[in-house]
């Protein structure tokens, strides 16, 4: 698997890795008031960052995430594809600059390479006038092995999408998609999500796109 990013950008205060950290009480917003223009910032491979599996813990979601393998050109899937998705999203004045990519490797981090909050909104909000960043963390991006019909393991996807006012550097929504698919047999409950995937095994690229329509359907409204 390539390396990826020259420096990944990690929020904070959101990422904790290897020991528990102490929850902090999330409440999203009910609307994004104040809220036209969002800055999209690539999506960022956490296994990449830390070359290794480990495991990290959400402070907002109060969820214990699995980083493992990520293949090679998985995070640029996701963000190519939520930008498809946000170009067609006419709530917000979605703003994707190839800026961010060649601005992360000068800004100021620490010695694994990674950028605070305060310097990803200080940076980038101003600089592109957005009242907010969207940014995305690929945990885990497993291909199925086999096929649509027969699979020795299914494909199994997580991800979150983290939305950071810059006025104060507050985490106003939070989604999170955590996905192994599982035969109708396993899980009776995923009944209508059978039908709609057609009785078959998907692939990760298929899961993660789903996930990510499913996520930005909750976006709240200005």
């Excluded at 950008?9 to 959101?14: A, Q, R």
């Excluded at 917003?29 to 104040?34: Q, R």
């Excluded at 409950?189 to 796109?209: H, Q």
Aim: aromatic content about 10%.
């Amino acid at each position: 698997m390539a390396m990826l990013p020259k420096m990944t950008v990690l929020l904070g205060l959101f990422v904790l890795v290897s020991c528990a950290a102490p929850h902090k009480e999330f409440s999203p917003d009910e609307t994004l008031e104040g809220v036209e223009t969002i800055l999209m910032i690539p999506f960022q491979n956490l296994y990449a960052a830390y070359g290794g599996k480990i495991h990290v813990d959400c402070s907002f979601c109060n969820r214990r995430h699995v980083v493992a393998d990520i293949p090679e050109g998985a995070a640029e899937f996701m963000t190519e594809h939520l930008k498809s998705l946000l170009m067609n999203d006419m709530r917000y004045r979605f703003v994707f600059s190839d800026q961010t990519d060649e601005m992360l490797p000068r800004l100021p981090a620490d010695q694994h390479g990674v950028v605070r909050m305060s310097e990803l909104v200080a940076t980038f909000g101003h600089t592109h006038e957005a009242d907010a960043i969207l940014m995305g963390y690929l945990f885990h991006f497993k291909e199925r092995v086999g096929t649509r019909y027969s699979v020795e393991s299914p494909a199994s996807v997580s991800f979150s999408l983290l939305l950071v006012r810059t006025a104060d550097g507050r985490v106003a929504w939070l989604g999170v998609f955590e996905e192994t698919q599982q035969s109708l047999s396993e899980n009776i409950l995923k009944l209508g999500t059978f039908i709609k995937r057609k009785a078959r095994w998907i692939t990760a690229r298929e899961m993660a796109a789903e996930g990510l329509e499913n996520l930005i359907s909750t976006l709240p409204e200005p």
